[in-house]
């Protein structure tokens, strides 16, 4: 069954320039990529997706992580991978969480490690399942950012729209 799933590569990831090697890990999975972009992670985004997380005591480390402050990169490339048994073919390949506990081929045992504060700098975000991918997916992208139709959607009319263009 095709499935969607999020990969963020994490401000450790952009700063040590693992972008290449870990595109080129994925692309083992023979999954499609679907959308794929660079955000600036704003406070609110970062708390929205890490709010499972919001009652333990690394909290607000973990935003600071995401938005980049420990790095100097406020940066992340989020992507959408498609296809069958997306999540499950990610996570095997990103690895364990804890660095420490990833094997040593996966992404996260090749390229994460615990920093002395205890944060753990594992380079990729995977989502959990398939009710987190289609939570995430639906925070990071909107639907005309995805080439593929993942979810239902509606189409609004503005008549008084800011946005930025070209100039």
């Given at each position: 069954?095709?499935?969607?799933?999020?990969?963020?590569?994490?401000?450790?990831?952009?700063k040590?320039?693992l972008?290449g090697?870990?595109?080129?890990?994925?692309?083992?999975?023979?999954?499609?990529?679907?959308?794929?972009?660079?955000?600036?992670?704003?406070?609110?985004?970062?708390?929205?997706?890490?709010?499972?997380?919001?009652?333990?005591?690394?909290?607000?480390d973990?935003?600071?992580?995401?938005?980049?402050?420990?790095?100097?990169?406020?940066?992340?490339?989020?992507?959408?991978?498609?296809?069958?048994?997306?999540?499950?073919k990610?996570?095997?390949?990103?690895?364990?969480t804890?660095?420490?506990?990833?094997?040593?081929?996966?992404?996260?045992?090749?390229?994460?490690?615990?920093?002395?504060?205890?944060?753990?700098?594992?380079?990729?975000?995977?989502?959990?399942?398939?009710?987190?991918?289609?939570?995430?997916?639906?925070?990071?992208?909107?639907?005309?950012?995805?080439?593929?139709?993942?979810?239902?959607?509606?189409?609004?009319?503005?008549?008084?729209c800011?946005?930025?263009?070209?100039a």
């Amino acid at each position: 069954m095709n499935q969607a799933v999020l990969i963020l590569i994490k401000p450790d990831g952009l700063k040590k320039s693992l972008t290449g090697n870990i595109l080129t890990r994925l692309s083992e999975t023979k999954l499609e990529i679907v959308a794929a972009k660079i955000v600036r992670v704003p406070r609110e985004l970062a708390e929205e997706h890490y709010k499972h997380l919001k009652d333990k005591p690394f909290f607000n480390d973990i935003i600071q992580y995401i938005q980049g402050e420990l790095h100097d990169r406020k940066k992340v490339l989020a992507l959408v991978y498609w296809g069958k048994d997306a999540i499950k073919k990610c996570r095997e390949l990103a690895g364990a969480t804890n660095p420490e506990e990833a094997e040593a081929t996966s992404i996260r045992g090749s390229y994460g490690r615990i920093t002395t504060s205890g944060v753990y700098e594992n380079v990729i975000h995977v989502s959990s399942d398939e009710s987190e991918a289609q939570r995430e997916i639906k925070l990071w992208f909107g639907p005309d950012e995805i080439i593929v139709e993942l979810y239902p959607y509606k189409k609004i009319v503005c008549k008084e729209c800011t946005r930025t263009a070209w100039a």
